[in-house]
């Protein structure tokens, strides 16, 4: 296929050599004539382990050109990919003026070409990016967007020091678009590539590198702070690290990944305190974990905030215990959801099979009594009288009753802290926590 570059700094560069060794002839376009002379004298802009022979090797077999003639570029190509530079602007948003720039170069050149012309956003750029970019192509050159042309993303997840084995051995190629057709175009570029192609709406390839880089910088700054109370303690961090990462089941897996409710139960909060204490005792500054309690505070709060713009004042809660299959309440975000809301005089009313006010003992039963002390008042016997009481539903639980049931719900408002199921998201009295 014939592809043009737009920007062949890092990513542009070894897009360049990766995509030319995949048998296409790629085409790079600069403004930098110092980076034009080394692409076309067979050298590569960056240092990257194995870019050097795959660039001389493209150029060398006329696979790989560089130039500033955009027009003839576009014309001379299937597919553009903007690779340029979004660095951070002064107020902390990225700055999007050079994707801008080479978008309306590619949008003049397309001005006159009657073939159907594919966009590849590679840059990182924030949600309605590529709609902001589709208008701006449709205006200045006169073309309808997903018949003349199409802008997809396709997000690079590239690291320094070893990109050209990453580009071949992403974790996925993601493809974000809404004209099938481009999609597969640019999915054709990817045959030599080891992973699987992922098709996915505009906004989750847009949103995806943020949200990719926010999650390392989490996890490089959450091993730090055990590193430190590791070090505090004579206990080798690295060692321990290992030992962490062995959990593919629950830490390193897909497992809590999901967006839902607050975190509760006899175990997360008292283990997390635990720990916060024993860094302290330690003089030993935690940011991170301290956040993490206020993180979830702040969670149900939403939740409160959720319900109370209901302007609605009896509120059935469909489940109470801190999680399914089980009676434990200790430390339950329900209940402290619940509390909240009698504090402010919100009637309350609950249907959980799981809580058996005969059967809960010990430290359960001190603590459901000391946060909730008139707890059988709100107790109901059935999901219909649940119903019946209550203006708003908060499902807590999803397997207390068949989700059949909880479609049935008429002239009632549905709050879902959990995502239940999929098909009550679209009935108008739904409204999901976080989705």
């Known amino acids: 296929m014939n592809v043009s570059v737009f920007g062949i700094g890092y ?173 597969e175009l640019i999915a054709s570029l990817y045959t030599e590539v080891k992973a699987k192609v992922e098709y996915t709406e505009i906004a989750n390839a847009e949103l995806i590198k943020f949200v990719n880089n926010s999650f390392h910088a989490l996890k490089v700054s959450f091993a730090n702070e055990i590193g430190n109370i590791c070090c505090a303690l004579n206990i080798d961090s690295r060692e321990f690290m290992e030992l962490i990462v062995k959990d593919t089941k629950l830490n390193i897996s897909p497992i809590y990944l999901k967006p839902g409710f607050a975190f509760g139960g006899s175990c997360l909060p008292k283990d997390l305190t635990a720990l916060e204490n024993l860094a302290g005792e330690l003089k030993i500054e935690t ?82 009594f000391k946060e909730l002390p008139i707890i059988s008042d709100y107790i109901v016997h059935s999901f219909k009288e649940l119903v019946k009481k209550s203006d708003v539903i908060v499902i807590a639980n999803s397997k207390l009753v068949p989700v059949a049931q909880i479609l049935k719900i008429q002239n009632k408002i549905i709050i879902d802290l959990i995502r239940i199921d999929e098909n009550l998201r679209t009935k108008e009295n739904y409204i999901g926590l976080s989705w």
Do not use: W
């Open 11 to 183: 990513v542009g560069c070894v897009s360049l050599g990766c995509l030319a060794a995949d048998g296409h002839r790629v085409i790079g376009v600069d403004t930098n004539s110092e980076k034009l002379e080394l692409i076309n004298s067979g050298k590569p802009t960056v240092m990257e382990i194995g870019l050097d022979e795959l660039i001389y090797s493209g150029v060398a077999e006329k696979k790989i050109t560089a130039t500033d003639e955009y027009v003839s570029a576009v014309k001379n190509s299937d597919v553009s990919v903007i690779c340029v530079g979004t660095p951070s602007g002064i107020n902390g948003n990225l700055d999007l003026s050079h994707v801008i720039k080479v978008s309306q170069q590619i949008a003049e050149a397309i001005k006159s070409k009657s073939s159907f012309h594919v966009i590849s956003i590679r840059s990182s750029v924030p949600p309605g990016t590529v709609r902001k970019i589709e208008n701006l192509i449709a205006e200045i050159s006169n073309k309808v967007a997903d018949e003349d042309f199409s802008v997809i993303t396709n997000p690079e997840f590239l690291r320094e020091g070893s990109a050209v084995s990453d580009y071949y051995n992403p974790p996925f190629t993601l493809i974000g678009g809404n004209n099938k057709k481009a999609m």
């Open 287 to 368: 940011p991170v974990l301290s956040g993490i309690l206020k993180s979830n505070e702040a969670h149900i709060e939403k939740a409160f905030k959720l319900i109370k713009s209901t302007r609605k004042k009896n509120i059935g809660f469909l489940g109470i215990t801190f999680k399914e299959g089980t009676d434990d309440v200790r430390n339950s975000p329900y209940v402290t959801l619940a509390k909240k809301l009698l504090d402010k005089k919100f009637n309350i009313n609950i249907y959980d099979i799981n809580l058996d006010l005969g059967k809960v003992v010990g430290s359960n039963k001190d603590y459901l």
